[in-house]
């Protein structure tokens, strides 16, 4: 049986900033004092973990987000190939005021999982998306921790 899809759009799937070459530069000094005070101090396994943190970091910056397809169903929110079915959350709220543009933030039953998040693409109209989610879940007024909001801005200045 194939699920009817209620709503689609195309999102990034994360907000993407390019970085300049003195963000490269920057990483690079702290990744070499590091492993130095590392190999300094005798703690050559680490040294070499921070090498190769630094090296991931890198090139995971370069890479630019793609574009994927965000379906809502019967089901659940597919977001790319994962699905989220309804009956594994709570609640959720429309987060229409973020820096990165809206998204909806879904809160799990369980209280071990992370609420997820999902962009919204800004030519769907917002209105549309609540009344589908309002069809399987309750509105309910959602943040996202301390930590993630202070990375947000950390990183917006960069």
Known sequence: MKDEIILEWHSPEHHFDKKNNDWYWILGVIVLG??????????????????????????????ETKVVLVKMSARGLIFDKYLYPWMSYRSFWIEDEHTHGARILLHPVSSYLPIVVIPINEEIDLNDVRDVLLEFLEEEFLQESLIHKWFDKLLARW
Do not use: K, P
Request: hydrophobic share 65%.
């Open 34 to 63: 590091a492993s130095i005070l590392a190999f300094y101090f005798d703690n050559f396994l680490f040294g070499v973990f921070i090498i190769i943190a630094g090296l991931t970091i890198g090139m995971l910056s370069y890479r």
